[in-house]
């Protein structure tokens, strides 16, 4: 039985957490990775159960480390926890499965993103909601952009005013979402890709600063600040006996 956050939310929350964060640096799967000695995973699936609107989250993790990330999970919120696949797009696809007959608004949100807001998450739900299709959360980009070519010699500067950082959760009706995977040929670094493949028009709304991509060590160190900015306090002792 897949578990139930709030009865009388609308909305399932897909968390990919099976990709290995190569950027990172070697060690334990991103998603697992610590911060201020909790994982990441612990800090993103918090954040979403204190949005009011989420009644399921699925959780995809490394398929070694199911019953392991289920016991890290369980102090935190009533989460179902799935083997995910190969690639991102694979284990979106296996927790999208796992989601129960109920929630019509379905979110996406990387694990990587772990100290994104819970108004972020409403946004994005509000909007589909409202009557979107796909819901993105984006940011204006404010470096200059160059187009280079594979020998890294700049071809033109790129006109960033129509440009955005793209954030998540990104949201999107279930219906639109499984037909989307459905028709997937290769794999996408995001779904709102595969949606627009569809024809489905995809809406932006603002997004976060909070939400940034925890890919790299510094990353980590501006998000570890983030948390202390915030008064954040950590009980890590749950990850440290399971990781």
Do not use: W
């Amino acid at each position: 039985m897949t578990a139930q956050l709030n009865p009388r939310g609308d909305v399932a929350v897909l968390v990919p957490a099976a990709g290995a964060g190569v950027r990172l640096g070697p060690g334990r799967p991103k998603a697992l990775r610590l911060l201020a000695g909790e994982p990441l995973l612990v800090h993103a699936v918090r954040r979403l159960a204190a949005a009011p609107s989420v009644h399921t989250i699925v959780v995809a993790a490394p398929v070694a480390d199911v019953e392991a990330v289920r016991d890290l999970l369980a102090p935190v919120a009533p989460v179902s926890v799935v083997p995910g696949g190969a690639h991102r797009q694979a284990s979106v696809a296996a927790a999208l499965a796992a989601v129960p007959a109920g929630p019509e608004i379905v979110l996406v949100h990387d694990a990587a993103r772990a100290l994104t807001p819970a108004e972020l998450i409403e946004s994005v739900a509000a909007a589909v909601r409202a009557g979107a299709d796909a819901v993105i959360p984006v940011l204006p980009v404010v470096d200059t952009v160059k187009e280079v070519d594979s020998e890294e010699r700049v071809l033109g500067t790129v006109d960033r005013s129509a440009l955005r950082a793209v954030q998540t959760p990104q949201g999107f009706r279930r219906a639109v979402l499984a037909a989307a995977h459905a028709g997937a040929g290769d794999p996408l670094t995001d779904d709102a890709g595969l949606v627009e493949k569809q024809g489905v028009p995809v809406r932006c709304v603002p997004g976060s600063e909070y939400a940034l991509k925890i890919t790299r060590p510094f990353d980590l160190t501006l998000a570890e600040h983030l948390l202390a900015a915030d008064g954040v306090a950590s009980d890590s002792s749950v990850a440290r006996t399971l990781f």
